[in-house]
């Protein structure tokens, strides 16, 4: 199948080349928006270039990636999300998920639609009200509705530890070092949706990026000063590919993946996967200078050719200039089964395989662009599965969608067995409402239930590979477990993992009464006003334009 990215190329590159170098976006460190944990976040379209191609996005608080979100630990939150979305091509409905927050008794805040709530429907605001009780960490926001993400509407969220146990590594560690790693598509996600196959035009990092035949766009500087230790918090905010992430003649040291501490671990480049985050302390003890910063897709023939997916390290006092240095061969780079938990290491329950409280087995398999878990492909309900377990449905058998829901004792060691079955990896499986214990990494023979590391996002690995987890259901409600490339949990890869049912409405604090006018309102928007109308349309001009065969590269309608 030939690359939408070529596709765009063709059609659109003499438009491209008139386009602004420089987008809407901030750089790194004349960031002019960070948000408290109390606050306004309006969710709005607006026309960007981010890598000098110019197209409408969906983002919140007007900038790609959103501003960021600032906490410290015990902080509360009451985030007022305000849906002023106005493009009738792109979903005019939205949520907000906070990503790596436990929402320990506010499930109906975790901002999944179709799971935990309806979509938050054009000009109606809903306060996103929870804590994060002894969470600290890098996470980040983005939505759950479709693959809304994918145009734009995620950003960081970082809760800040006074009392953070390894502070003594590092000297700087505030909105300055917080470094996302996105993918930029020149199609709109609601015509994406009905291409068997998608692939990204740009890597973003901090909101800025070039492709290949674009214009000579802005590139992201992070800024340092020699002789200081810096804690970047790295944020893998892709819709689909991981990064190999890495800055010349630099070692990081590995201290936080997906906000759990990890003892320290000496890396010089990181594989990162949607949904993925680590900090890593960077000391600035090179000859002053600039230097690139790399976030290599593993997508076909990507390059660094032109300053693509790359940003730049600028050491004070360094001219303000391109970089000029080369990569050299990584020689120690990250491989999960040597980080290890910081804070109580160890998984729950009895040691060894299979010895768990409920032991769990799902296989992934694709057919015709659809993925299955153990023979079910997902499909949203229309009435979110926390609603139906607080209108009385208990039992498996009697929750939607009918085999995507799994029903957990309480207080219970899980172990979860996934086995990636089809062709391709790897894939990063985020499991909503918990840390978990990696107790095997996909394409690693040896088990770990002493000291692995305990994170939210793992891989199931390429083919016949798996991945172990363990986690405890401590935590009642329905939980959502899927694949985070954005298209593949849009095609079927998910399962929801309802902890306890019949203790949920207990284990809930108060309901607010706009949760409950959520899908009253959104239930009876006409498809004009929930948008996206044509997109089925415009993606079939999409295929003809580029040569493909709508058969094949569409889905059917």
């Known amino acids: 199948m030939l690359f939408l990215g070529f596709l765009l190329l063709l059609l659109h590159l003499a438009h491209a080349a008139s386009i602004i170098s420089r987008s809407h976006s901030f750089p790194l460190n004349s960031r002019s928006i960070t948000l408290g944990p109390e606050t306004d976040l309006v969710i709005a379209n607006k026309l960007i270039a981010p890598d000098g191609f110019e197209r409408s996005s969906t983002l919140a608080g007007?900038?790609?990636?959103?501003?960021?979100?600032?906490?410290?630990?015990?902080?509360?939150?009451?985030?007022?999300?305000?849906?002023?979305?106005?493009?009738?091509?792109?979903?005019?409905?939205?949520?907000?998920?906070?990503?790596?927050?436990?929402?320990?008794?506010?499930?109906?805040?975790?901002?999944?639609?179709?799971?935990?709530?309806?979509?938050?429907?054009?000009?109606?605001?809903?306060?996103?009200?929870?804590?994060?009780?002894?969470?600290?960490?890098?996470?980040?926001?983005?939505?759950?509705?479709?693959?809304?993400?994918?145009?734009?509407?995620?950003?960081?969220?970082i809760i800040y530890d006074p009392e953070d146990p390894l502070s003594y590594l590092y000297d700087v560690d505030d909105e300055t070092t917080v470094i996302t790693l996105s993918d930029w598509y020149h199609v709109i996600a609601p015509v994406l949706n009905h291409f068997v196959t998608v692939n990204g035009n740009s890597t973003l990092i901090n909101g800025?990026?070039?492709?290949?035949?674009?214009?000579?766009?802005?590139?992201?500087?992070?800024?340092?000063?020699?002789?200081?230790?810096?804690?970047?918090?790295?944020?893998?905010?892709?819709?689909?590919?991981?990064?190999?992430?890495?800055?010349?003649?630099?070692?990081?040291?590995?201290?936080?993946?997906?906000?759990?501490?990890?003892?320290?671990?000496?890396?010089?480049?990181?594989?990162?996967?949607?949904?993925?985050?680590?900090?890593?302390?960077?000391?600035?003890?090179?000859?002053?200078?600039?230097?690139w910063i790399r976030a290599l897709p593993n997508t076909a023939n990507s390059t660094y050719d032109g300053g693509q997916n790359s940003a730049i390290l600028r050491y004070h006092d360094?001219?303000?200039?391109?970089?000029?240095?080369?990569?050299?061969?990584?020689?120690m780079p990250l491989l999960e089964t040597n980080l290890h938990a910081l804070i109580n290491p160890g998984a729950p329950g009895i040691p060894g395989y299979g010895k768990a409280d409920i032991n769990l087995m799902m296989v992934v398999n694709k057919t015709n662009g659809i993925f299955y878990i153990n023979g079910v492909?997902?499909?949203?309900?229309?009435?979110?599965?926390?609603?139906?377990?607080?209108?009385?449905?208990?039992?498996?058998?009697?929750?939607?969608?009918?085999?995507?829901?799994?029903?957990?004792?309480?207080?219970?060691?899980?172990?979860?067995?996934?086995?990636?079955?089809?062709?391709?990896?790897?894939?990063?499986?985020?499991?909503?409402?918990?840390?978990?214990?990696v107790v095997q990494s996909a394409g690693n023979g040896s088990f770990n239930y002493v000291n692995p590391v305990r994170r939210d996002v793992a891989?199931?690995?390429?083919?016949?590979?798996?991945?172990?987890?363990?986690?405890v259901t401590d935590n009642s409600?329905?939980?959502?477990?899927?694949?985070?490339?954005?298209w593949h949990l849009e095609d079927g890869f998910a399962v929801v993992m309802a902890e306890s049912p019949s203790e949920t409405q207990k284990h809930l604090h108060h309901l607010p009464n706009a949760w409950q006018n959520l899908c009253p309102t959104f239930n009876s928007l006409t498809p004009a006003q929930i948008g996206a109308d044509n997109s089925y349309w415009e993606a079939e001009n999409v295929a003809i334009a580029s040569g493909e065969n709508i058969t094949t590269a569409l889905f059917p309608m």
């Open 62 to 157: 007007g900038t790609f990636p959103g501003p960021i979100i600032a906490a410290k630990k015990g902080d509360k939150f009451a985030i007022n999300v305000v849906n002023k979305l106005t493009d009738d091509s792109m979903f005019k409905s939205t949520s907000v998920h906070w990503h790596g927050i436990f929402q320990n008794g506010t499930n109906y805040a975790d901002g999944v639609a179709s799971v935990t709530q309806c979509p938050i429907a054009q000009n109606v605001s809903f306060r996103y009200s929870f804590e994060a009780r002894n969470q600290a960490g890098t996470y980040w926001y983005h939505s759950h509705y479709s693959t809304q993400y994918c145009d734009g509407l995620r950003g960081a969220l």
């Open 208 to 291: 800025l990026g070039r492709y290949q035949g674009g214009p000579n766009s802005e590139l992201a500087v992070v800024n340092v000063e020699y002789g200081k230790r810096y804690r970047l918090r790295i944020i893998g905010m892709s819709c689909d590919p991981n990064f190999v992430f890495s800055i010349d003649n630099h070692d990081l040291t590995v201290i936080e993946a997906d906000g759990e501490l990890t003892e320290p671990l000496l890396v010089d480049s990181l594989q990162i996967l949607a949904g993925q985050r680590y900090s890593v302390v960077l000391n600035a003890n090179q000859p002053v200078d600039n230097y």
């Open 318 to 331: 360094a001219p303000v200039a391109e970089p000029t240095t080369n990569q050299t061969q990584s020689t």
């Open 377 to 437: 492909a997902f499909q949203p309900p229309s009435v979110p599965v926390l609603l139906q377990i607080l209108s009385g449905a208990q039992e498996a058998t009697d929750l939607l969608p009918d085999g995507s829901v799994y029903v957990l004792e309480p207080n219970k060691v899980v172990e979860l067995t996934m086995i990636n079955g089809e062709l391709r990896g790897p894939h990063p499986i985020h499991l909503h409402g918990h840390s978990f214990d």
């Open 459 to 471: 891989s199931i690995g390429i083919q016949d590979q798996q991945m172990v987890i363990r986690w």
């Open 477 to 486: 409600g329905p939980w959502f477990l899927h694949c985070h490339i954005d």
